[in-house]
C-alpha cells in the first residue's frame, strides 16, 4: 500500500506521541510506502523546534517526496473551486488532496473535514 503521511501526523510523530511512533513504524517495517508532499515538508520545516532538525531529516529520508506537477495543479484548483466555500478549503489542502487522486493512493490525516472531496481514499 501506497500512503502520504499528511503533516498532522508528522507533527504527532516528531512530538513523540506513541501510539503514532508505533503505528508509523509497523507500516514501514510492513514495506508500506510512505509518501509525503512538497507542501508537507514545507509546513513541517516552518512550524520546526529547536532540536528537531536531525530526527525530521531522518524521518523525510524514509519516506518518498511526491511531485506537485501541472495535473496535480489543475486538480487542486478544482477542488479549491468546488469546495473553498462550502469547506473552507486551502491551496495546502487542494494540493495534498490533489496528490492523492492523481496517484491512486491513501491519505493518512486526522483531520479528514479538511478533505471533503469523494475521490479520497484515507488510509485506517
Do not use: Q
Not at 12 to 35: D, M, P, S, W
Not at 86 to 105: G, Q, W
Amino acid at each position: 500500500m501506497i500512503v502520504l503521511v499528511d503533516t498532522d501526523v508528522l507533527i504527532e510523530y516528531l512530538r513523540g506521541n506513541e501510539a503514532v511512533v508505533r503505528k508509523l513504524t509497523i507500516a514501514y517495517k510492513k514495506g508500506e510506502k510512505l509518501c509525503y508532499s512538497p507542501v508537507n515538508r514545507a509546513e513541517i520545516i516552518a512550524g520546526l523546534r529547536k532540536g528537531e532538525e536531525e530526527i525530521t531529516s531522518k524521518l523525510f529520508s524514509l519516506m518518498e517526496c511526491l511531485k506537485i506537477d501541472e495535473t496535480t495543479g489543475h486538480t487542486a484548483g478544482e477542488y479549491m473551486k468546488r469546495y473553498r466555500s462550502s469547506h473552507k478549503v486551502e491551496i495546502a489542502d487542494a494540493l495534498i488532496a490533489a496528490t492523492v487522486s492523481n496517484h491512486s493512493i491513501s491519505l493518512w490525516t486526522f483531520n479528514r473535514k479538511h478533505y471533503p472531496t469523494k475521490d479520497i481514499k484515507f488510509y485506517k
